[in-house]
């Protein structure tokens, strides 16, 4: 399975050159974020110990996703740093039958990211967005729920835009925990 992903994946700087909306805050997003010492001594220390490429991370992705502009670049930073991490950016509309392996309750959610072990196991997912926004978000709709549906609408975008700014006040850390955890799952702390 992972060798016919590698076939069709791409890394970050590909997947930005043939993206056709978003590019500008993804690159800004990747720039921004910022790994904290605690969660930077972790992964260096798993560094030393994983030899580069030991864990494949499968990330679903399209550029006109909110989600995926605000965490695959986090994944994306994260992987450039320490190089036991090997991302590969798979297209979803281009890759239904690799999406449709990896469906949230039968629907073709994304960002998912898809991590597998040196020897191609699969040990852990990350799907969509971190715990604080999807509490933001569940929250949001709660608010909005009995308005009619134009109001809802302009509701969820200024949710939207509100939650890219708290992506950027701490909810980035929370996608980085979010891989740690993962990571300790199989590997320890």
């Not at 993206?19 to 560094?47: C, H, K, Q, S, W």
């Not at 399209?62 to 740093?81: H, M, Q, R, T, Y």
């Not at 134009?150 to 509100?162: E, I, N, V």
């Amino acid at each position: 399975m992972l060798q016919e992903v590698r076939a069709r994946a791409l890394d970050f700087a590909s997947y930005l050159e043939k993206a056709d909306m978003n590019v500008p805050t993804m690159r800004e997003n990747f720039n921004d974020t910022e790994i904290g010492e605690d969660d930077r001594e972790y992964f260096a220390r798993l560094a030393g110990r994983l030899p580069g490429g030991s864990v494949s991370v499968l990330a679903l992705s399209e550029s006109w996703c909110g989600d995926c502009v605000e965490n695959l670049p986090v994944f994306a930073k994260v992987a450039s740093e320490y190089p036991f991490l090997c991302l590969l950016i798979v297209p979803r509309d281009t890759n239904l039958d690799i999406m449709d392996r990896y469906l949230t309750d039968g629907k073709r959610t994304i960002p998912v990211f898809v991590f597998f072990d040196e020897s191609g196991e699969e040990f852990g997912r990350f799907i969509e967005r971190p715990p604080g926004a999807h509490r933001f978000l569940d929250e949001a709709r709660r608010r909005l729920a009995g308005l009619d549906p134009d109001a809802q609408k302009r509701g969820m975008y200024k949710a939207r835009a509100d939650l890219r700014k708290l992506y950027k006040e701490g909810l980035r850390d929370e996608t980085i925990g979010a891989i740690r955890q993962i990571l300790e799952s199989r590997y320890g702390s």
